[in-house]
């Protein structure tokens, strides 16, 4: 995993964010499925569809929206918003309208950022009957007194909530469960970026022999976790880890949310991570605000799913306006991300426990030419201490990341050494269920 070209990774994930980005998204819609659609060019994910209606806990699926055109004309016919020119002109779940009215009453469904004039805000109305429009405050202040011409070409019908799920299957059925929203009309980081970076993870790990069981689901934010935990309820004592992956693009640092439960194998993966990453990070404890991690870790479910992003969404000016676009994110940004994810599934995939069957005293590794070993290999620096601890700590007791975070050392250094160890016959792994 570690020889990936940091380059390639990013040029791939971005490319992939650049062919998502004109697709125009709810979440329901034709938007959504032609998503799914592109990524199945690299990963066979499987399309559901769940009917409008269909109860989900306290929630009910709402009705499919889809929209061909929208637009604004002033008296003259010129078109001052234009839906075709951007996607965020629309406010998502707007209702149709084919009317003519004032400058003031249309004013009542514009929305704008005076702080930001340039930018086009993006609004939805999913669950209250309305219809809008978002323009950029420079455009509003030219708009003249007069009569306008409103058409949204809209439907909202019974249709079908649409999600997406790519499974690859481990040696073991506990599984590590990767999620994302891919309902966001024009925005990269928040979310083509969790999107994009997740379709090129999972196909690095299609090619993998795993531990773990994968499961990747592609979901329209709130409704289609709480829609997806309520059909797969039955299942979920086999999700062992989880993360929820969002803003991965944004130059800023990278942040790690933990799960409700806190102290998780995946929260400590993570932490220790970025710990060793060489960079600035921060951790962010559990809170019932943000991303999908809210719904699987509502409660009643409380799995151990956290948060990977790099800037959280309070904190930049560019979250859910027309400047979150290609040239916000980066391809070094996307690559630091996915490989920030590679080294916590390394963790996950590689952290047992072992016995040492030669606990009376340290044994003599100079003997076994260990020492030499160690020092032979490039990649890691050779280190005495790492077999040291790993033997010392194999007590069925301990796993490799209790060690590493015990040591102070990097969980690879660890790993390494356990590897050693356990060709020389002198740690064998506790017994693992399949
Ligand atoms: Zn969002």
């Keep these: 995993m570690s020889a990936l070209d940091k380059n390639d990774v990013g040029r791939q994930v971005y490319q992939l964010i650049s062919k998502l980005y004109p697709v125009h998204r709810s979440i329901t819609g034709n938007g959504f499925r032609k998503t799914m659609r592109l ?3 690299h990963i066979p994910v499987r399309i559901h569809e769940v009917s409008t209606g269909t109860r989900v806990f306290d929630w009910s699926v709402p009705k499919e929206w889809n929209i061909k055109d929208a637009y604004v004309k002033d008296s003259q016919g010129n078109k001052v918003i234009d839906f075709r020119k951007c996607n965020l002109h629309i406010v998502a779940y707007s209702l149709p309208v084919k009317k003519t009215m004032s400058l003031g009453t249309l004013k009542k469904h514009l929305f704008t950022l005076p702080d930001f004039p340039d930018w086009i805000p993006y609004r939805y109305a999913f669950y209250t009957k309305t219809w809008g429009f978002c323009l950029s405050h420079n455009d509003f202040l030219k708009l003249q007194e007069g ?21 690859i299957k481990g040696r073991q059925a506990e599984e590590v ?7 966001h009309p024009a925005l ?5 970026s969790g999107v994009a970076v997740a379709v090129i993870m999972a196909k690095c790990l299609s090619s993998l022999s795993l531990r773990y069981s994968y499961r990747f689901l592609f979901l329209p934010a ?11 309820e039955a299942r979920l004592s086999r999700i062992k880890h989880g993360v929820v992956l969002t803003g991965l693009g944004d130059p800023g640092r990278s942040t790690y949310k933990k799960s409700r439960l806190g102290d998780t194998e995946i929260d400590r993966a993570f932490i ?51 400047a979150d676009n290609l040239d916000f994110i980066r391809p070094a940004s996307l690559a ?3 490989s920030k994810c590679l080294s916590v599934i390394s963790i996950l995939e590689n952290n047992r426990k072992y016995i040492n069957l030669n606990p009376k005293g340290e044994p003599q590794l100079g003997r076994r030419g260990l020492y030499r070993t160690m ?8 280190s005495e201490l790492a077999l040291l601890w790993v033997l010392n700590f194999s007590d069925g007791q301990h796993s490799l990341l209790d060690i590493a975070e015990k040591s102070g050392m990097n969980f690879e250094a660890i790993r390494v050494a356990a590897d050693l160890l356990q060709k020389e016959g002198l740690i064998k792994p506790v017994f693992e269920r399949a």
């Design 375 to 382: 020092a032979g290999q490039s990649e890691q620096p050779p």
């Design 188 to 192: 990269c980081n928040d979310n083509l």
């Design 272 to 322: 220790h991570t970025l710990k060793n990453s060489g960079q600035d990070y921060e951790i962010l404890d559990f809170s019932p605000s943000g991303y999908d991690e809210r719904q699987f870790c509502s409660p009643g479910f409380n799995l151990p799913v956290g948060c990977l992003m790099r800037t959280p969404p309070d904190r930049y000016p560019e979250y859910h306006t027309s």
């Design 222 to 232: 709130t409704v289609g976790a709480i829609t997806w935990l309520r059909r797969n």
């Design 147 to 167: 009569t306008y011409e409103v058409r949204i070409d809209s439907r909202l019908k019974k249709g079908h909530l649409t999600y997406g799920e790519y499974f």
């Design 39 to 41: 990524l199945r060019r």
């Design 177 to 183: 469960l990767v999620s994302c929203h891919a309902c």
């Design 336 to 338: 630091d991300s996915f």
